[in-house]
């Protein structure tokens, strides 16, 4: 894509979320109001304290708020009017820190609005958010600096992008050693075909700028996150007929992923024992679609993802034992974490597992 046409793709959201849409109510399909997976209980009740008017603005697709988050320093990418951050917010605390980037004038107005607001509501003495104008392409250019991140997280807004893999090459560089960038997105199963990416009304409704599932995995390992690990899938169907018609066959989900940034060396395979001190997981952390751990009970993991818990925040959540400290005393080899998305959600549907519905906050009624 041409220098031109990616200004012209910027300038046509901008206006689409600045002027034409005023409240999740204008939104012409599913994809920007998803409903995201199963909330905890401090999640449920942090989003449930964050202002009306903020929350009728949101047009994320999924929910971007990881386990523990406590003190950690998060990058909200298009933040727009600030509803995960504020959400997030009261989950770092006091100690933590949330920032905002968004390159709208108008959802940057209504979230800068309200900083004050919810710092007295959470009895914060120094507001912990704040929100800095910019493009996600061009984190670094907007002034935050490189490695000062411990969690990247983004709602629905990659997709909108022109150029995506700067997105993701930028969410890398201010990463620090360990962070974890946690997105939800819209996913197509193929290519979505050309004359469907002119078309602005579906780009701005996170549609014809979904990228096929398969090129995530190829622009991480070419930037060099780890393996994405596909953490929930919902499917967003098109409804509309003249939509359908420029789409042509091609069929789109709102998926959340989450990928590190690991050292360069890395662990060994070993055998975890999750302890159980993450708060609203003290049974159960599900860390991904292949993987969970119960509390107090060994489960064998390969290279990778014993990097990822021993480098990231999660790494006091463990025990780490050699592999011939387990039953059979072998270690795993190396775990494929591809995935297809619309094959997973048949599996869920075909185990008798109910997809999480749409979730879309209108002016009288809050998210779930």
């Not at 910019?134 to 909108?160: H, M, P, R």
């Not at 893999?165 to 050693?177: H, I």
């Not at 096929?212 to 190829?218: F, T």
Request: with cysteine.
């Amino acid at each position: 894509m041409t220098e031109v046409s990616e200004n012209q793709v910027r300038d046509s959201v901008k206006d689409y979320y600045g002027k034409t849409l005023k409240t999740s109510d204008d939104l012409l399909t599913p994809a920007c109001s998803t409903g995201a997976s199963r909330m905890s209980k401090s999640v449920k009740k942090a989003l449930g304290e964050v202002h009306d008017e903020v929350t009728i603005k949101y047009y994320g697709c999924g929910l971007v708020i990881p386990e523990k988050v406590e003190g950690t320093r998060i990058l909200d990418l298009g933040s727009g009017s600030g509803r995960d951050c504020f959400a997030l917010s009261k989950l770092v605390g006091e100690d933590g820190a949330i920032v905002g980037l968004d390159m709208t004038d108008e959802q940057l107005a209504v979230s800068r609005k309200y900083i004050d607001y919810h710092r007295e509501k959470f009895g914060y003495k120094k507001a912990n958010t704040e929100f800095v104008k910019g493009y996600i392409e061009k984190i670094v250019e907007a002034g935050l600096k490189e490695e000062t991140f411990d969690i990247i997280v983004s709602n629905c807004v990659v997709n909108l992008s022109p150029d995506k893999k700067a997105v993701l090459s930028d969410a890398y560089k201010v990463l620090k050693v360990g962070g974890e960038l946690y997105f939800s997105d819209i996913y197509a199963d193929h290519d979505v075909p050309e004359s469907a990416r002119k078309h602005e009304v579906l780009w701005g409704e996170c549609i014809s700028g979904a990228l096929w599932w398969k090129e995530l995995y190829k622009l991480a390992e070419e930037i060099g996150f780890s393996q994405p690990r596909l953490v929930a899938a919902t499917p967003v169907p098109v409804e509309r007929e003249d939509f359908k018609k420029v789409l042509g066959d091609a069929k789109f989900a709102s998926v959340t992923y989450r990928l590190f940034k690991l050292p360069e060396k890395r662990e060994a395979a070993r055998q975890v024992i999750y302890n159980g001190d993450i708060t609203d997981h003290e049974k159960e952390l599900k860390f991904d679609f292949k993987h969970s751990f119960k509390t107090g009970e060994p489960v064998a993991v390969d290279e990778e993802l014993s990097t990822i818990l021993t480098a990231s925040r999660f790494k006091d959540d463990f025990d780490f034992q050699p592999c011939s400290a387990s039953k059979t005393g072998c270690c795993p080899q190396k775990v494929d974490m591809v995935k297809d998305p619309f094959v997973y959600m048949i599996e869920l549907e075909s185990s008798g597992e109910t997809l999480a519905p749409a979730c879309a906050p209108t002016s009288d009624k809050k998210c779930c």
